[in-house]
């Protein structure tokens, strides 16, 4: 069920081969992440008008309202559960 909606989406031809090989460095890597965020994220993109709480982003919106919120979940949740290839790096302009 799950391939059957990342399929729909092609989400690897954006995230890459394990979601974890974006096509451009500006786009977020997502295995092994929380899935919780994951899915706040995804559901974020859905919202419209509510800067508070939503996220603005023509690609991601459009795909996130492609589904509901039970399928973001699932995706999430399979996203979550794929070995992480993240890690912090530390921003200078932090220190
Ligand atoms: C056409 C390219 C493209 C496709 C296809 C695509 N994404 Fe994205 N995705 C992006 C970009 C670009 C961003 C960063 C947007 C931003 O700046 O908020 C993003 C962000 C995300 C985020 C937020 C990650 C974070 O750390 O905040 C999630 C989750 C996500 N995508 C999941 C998916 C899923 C699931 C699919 C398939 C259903 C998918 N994406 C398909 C380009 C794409």
Avoid: W
């Amino acid at each position: 069920m799950v391939t059957a909606l990342l399929n729909k989406a092609a989400c690897a031809s954006c995230h890459g081969a394990n979601f974890s090989k974006p096509i451009d460095p500006s786009y977020p890597k997502l295995s092994g992440q929380h899935a919780d965020y994951l899915f706040v994220a995804l559901k974020a993109y859905k919202s419209e008008n509510n800067p508070a709480v939503g996220r603005n982003n023509g690609v991601m919106g459009a795909i996130a309202k492609q589904f509901s919120n039970a399928e973001l979940k699932a995706l999430a949740n399979y996203m979550g559960s794929l070995d992480s290839e993240l890690s912090i790096k530390p921003e200078p302009r932090f220190r």
